[in-house]
């Protein structure tokens, strides 16, 4: 199984054994807020799962998602994903269960991804897109130097509410730039 190093945590391969602590915090109000998709059973966590975890190669135009694990104690404590939706750039996703977030788990995995699909595909750029108001998912980004390429209105509709959609891209050059590794450690 793939396991991709990160500092106080690893990427590994989403499992159905995952099911029931993905269930348990992606359920969260907290933590779908600002998310399209949030599991309404433990069955939809494991479709999930079963349609989305990453296995061994990247699968264009879907999104190929990763347990995050802290270390050592082997815990799942969130997840996070790519989506090869146009040529050259990624699109990544990141949640962490809200009671192990502000330690800097989150920036960890993000940190990690990055390094991963950087090292791995022929990237030229890696893009997050989020709501304005989701304070610490831009914080997170900004402090990886993403820069803010694009504010949109109204674009996307979660639950019936239309929200304004932020997008950031981060290039490779700039990566490599701010003097972090391309190996994953
Ligand atoms: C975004 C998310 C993954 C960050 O995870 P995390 O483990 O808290 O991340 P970190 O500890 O590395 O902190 C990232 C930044 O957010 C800040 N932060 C953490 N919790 C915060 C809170 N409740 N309010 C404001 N800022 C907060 C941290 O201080 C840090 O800021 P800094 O870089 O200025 O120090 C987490 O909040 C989450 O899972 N949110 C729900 C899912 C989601 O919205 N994902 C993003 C979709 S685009």
């Not at 590994?12 to 599991?39: G, H, I, K, M, N």
């Not at 989305?52 to 699968?59: E, L, V």
């Not at 082997?74 to 502000?102: H, K, N, R, V, W």
């Not at 304004?164 to 003097?179: F, K």
């Amino acid at each position: 199984m793939t396991t991709i190093k990160g500092h106080k945590i690893n990427l590994r391969p989403l499992d159905v054994a995952d099911t029931a602590v993905l269930f348990s915090y992606r359920s969260l109000p907290e933590v779908y807020r600002y998310q399209q998709w949030l599991p309404e059973s433990v069955a939809d966590a494991l479709s999930f799962i079963e349609s989305y975890g990453f296995d061994r190669q990247a699968i264009r135009d879907r999104w190929n998602q990763f347990a995050v694990i802290e270390t050592p104690s082997g815990q799942l404590i969130g997840d996070c994903g790519f989506c090869l939706c146009s040529e050259g750039e990624a699109e990544i996703g990141y949640t962490i269960m809200p009671t192990l977030q502000g330690r800097g788990h989150g920036t960890d995995c993000v940190k990690t991804l990055i390094t991963f699909l950087f090292d791995q595909l022929p990237l030229h750029s890696i893009k997050a897109v989020t709501d304005p108001g989701n304070r610490p998912s831009i914080s997170l980004l900004q402090r990886l130097a993403f820069t803010l390429t694009s504010l949109s209105p109204k674009a996307t509709c979660i639950r019936g509410e239309l929200c304004d959609d932020a997008t950031y891209h981060l290039r490779r050059e700039s990566w490599v730039g701010e003097g972090h590794s391309q190996t994953a450690s």
